[in-house]
């Protein structure tokens, strides 16, 4: 008997994209791993919302998440996230419910406040920056046209009303855990970028939780970037393709999915090899016992109740041998 047990595992996908291979291409992988996902028993399959980001090619999240839902069978597909300021709640609304139509009791809406973007792409898809203040406000507003008609409203999301599209806040700092509180839904921390407030956003959420009409009491997903492979040592080497990602964001370099090097000592300053390891401070990287321990340890210090990793390894075969190794983990 294991803690991870009663740990649900998920999937956050980026549909990583090799500079040299077709859209098409890449999205057939996330396909083929969203498919060996479901076969293996993991519970959720997300897609981010980025965008003007070559080597990144989930901007339009709601089409990726009907496309994975109708080429697999069980698991639970959805937003991680919809960057709600970049889009009208009604559109939005009206996505999520058609999705839900079309795959009932399968369709996740998990909610941002960034941008996904830069300030010139954020202008580009008309994003009004003021809108992130009313975050909240809007929020409300998609609950609203999400649930039952109350008669009276003028404007009513059809699709979309009444589906209940189970809805979550996604965040990386203290805002969203404490709204994510006070509307009493459940948080998701992205943990596999910004691992600076985890403990503090975990607790004012689980400290500030008002229990609602969907939850009562708080469900944790804490994001991670995983890099599981049969050994220690050929794990810390696939690890330098999300190293070299990273470092290639933090230089405003386009983000291709690069294969792993020896060694990075060649590729990074000093000060670039603090910032990546400050970035990737969650990451588990290692061999199926050191994975595993890992995990456990995560989940006695913060009593998550479910994982959603990140798996960005440059050959497919790496990152499906991945999965497998993470199904194991619960029975070994």
């Known amino acids: 008997m294991t803690v991870l047990n009663n740990i649900h595992f998920s999937l956050l996908e980026l549909s990583p994209m090799k500079e040299h291979e077709t859209v098409s291409q890449t999205l057939a992988n996330s396909v083929a791993y969203a498919q060996q ?3 293996l028993g993991f519970n959720r399959f997300w897609m981010a919302e980025h965008h003007n980001m ?27 996230g919809v960057m709600l300021p970049n889009h009208p709640p009604l559109i939005v609304a009206e996505q999520f419910g058609t999705l ?22 954020s202008r580009a898809l008309r994003r009004d920056e003021r809108r992130a203040e009313n975050f909240a406000d809007e929020v409300t507003e998609l609950q609203s046209l999400l649930g039952p008609s109350d008669g009276d409203s003028p404007v009513r ?12 806040l996604l965040g990386s700092s203290l805002y969203s855990a404490q709204l994510a509180a006070k509307k ?45 492979a049969d050994t220690d040592q050929q794990a810390q080497h696939l690890a330098t393709t999300s190293k070299q990602r990273v470092l290639a964001l933090l230089r405003g370099h386009a983000l291709w999915l690069k294969p792993p090097v020896t060694s990075m000592d ?43 990793f990140t798996n960005d390894l440059y050959h497919s075969q790496d990152r499906h041998r991945a999965l497998e190794i993470l199904s194991t983990l619960k029975s070994s």
């Open 54 to 80: 070559p080597g990144i090619v989930c901007a339009a999240t709601s089409v990726l998440i009907g496309h994975i839902a109708g080429q697999t069978r069980n698991i639970r597909v959805g937003a991680g």
């Open 157 to 168: 999301a059809i699709p979309g009303e009444n589906t209940n599209v189970p809805i979550w």
């Open 37 to 39: 996902a479901d076969e």
């Open 184 to 228: 009493g839904l459940p948080y998701a921390f992205a943990g596999h970028f910004a691992p600076r407030f985890l403990y503090d956003a975990i607790a004012l959420y689980r400290r500030e939780f008002k229990p609602s009409a969907v939850l009562d009491k708080p469900y944790v997903m804490l994001g991670l970037p995983v890099v599981a």
């Open 266 to 308: 060649e590729l990074w300053s000093e000060q670039e090899q603090a910032q990546v390891d400050n970035f990737l401070g969650l990451s588990v990287v290692g061999s199926p016992v050191t994975i595993k321990h890992k995990l456990e340890m995560i989940v006695k210090e913060l009593g998550v109740d479910e994982f959603i």
């Open 100 to 121: 839900e139509s079309l795959y009932p009791g399968r369709i996740d809406l998990g909610l941002g406040r960034a941008p996904g973007s830069d300030h010139i792409t």
